[in-house]
């Protein structure tokens, strides 16, 4: 029953229906944005709702973080920035979720610095394209203390053994004590909403729909094994999962380009990027 309502609810998306118009990526500048919802959609369009009165506090906020990219301190410079995919990845899930499960979801989502006083209400984050990341001392800290406390951090969208080896080393720096360690399938969090029974890749919209030809689903312009598919997570001391990262995959582009292709839609955004996504959510929000 669950995958035909996921069907049914997302080829609303697909079909452009229940979307806003969009388009463009002029507007207001990223970096002064305090929400998603102030930046114009990249992609097809991005859903609109409002929550009850009553809800207006109690809900599930999408967290994207702002950081620092390209400045040399870990182990790649690749200069890529922290709101690729926004707004649209961020909209899209959250309405996703909320029509998928329980939860009650901002349908504005929220931008904010490691160092914001206000990350302590936000108990999820997302990073992405984590590969050229750069944490200064203060942001090291800042993440500490937020995992520690009780906060979750989800990586996604880097490739390749240089982008690894800057997420390991950065977060080796945030908890000098715990080491990532792959998830195996068995883990609850892989069937609390969707029954996920693979680690699938979603590749970017282009390279997506070439694969229907092509068969290619990963990225070239990378070092190392980019063909296999990474979840890798740290847990504290009391088995409490704090950090997951998705390695060689790009749950962002299924979310953000679900309306511009049938078939990616079919085959990455309804069959990966959104079970996945929704599963880790509602598991970090209810464990």
Sequence with gaps: MKRIVVAVGLLMAASGLSLAEGGGRGGKD???????RELPPGSTGTPMWENPAAFS?????FTRIRYRSGKGGGHFDGGTTWDQD??????????????????????NGRFIDLTDPELVNYPWIYIVEP???????DEVVALRK????????MFDDFW??????NVEYYMRRVLPDRRFAEVPLEHPLYHCVFEIDKKGQVPNITTGIDSEQTGVTWEFNHDGDVKTVHHRAIFDSKGRLMVFATHNTDNGDGWEREGESDYYFH????KISYPLGINIIFYVMTH
Excluded: C, I
């Design 146 to 153: 937020y995992l520690k406390n009780g906060g979750f951090l």
């Design 30 to 36: 990223p970096n002064k944005a305090r929400t998603a």
């Design 267 to 270: 085959k990455f955004s309804e």
């Design 86 to 107: 926004a707004p649209d990845s961020d909209l899209n899930l959250s309405y996703r979720l909320q029509q998928m499960t329980s939860m009650h979801v901002d349908p």
């Design 57 to 61: 506090w109690d809900v599930f906020t």
């Design 131 to 137: 590969g050229s990341l750069y944490f200064t001392d």
């Design 160 to 165: 390749g053994d240089s982008e690894w080896r």
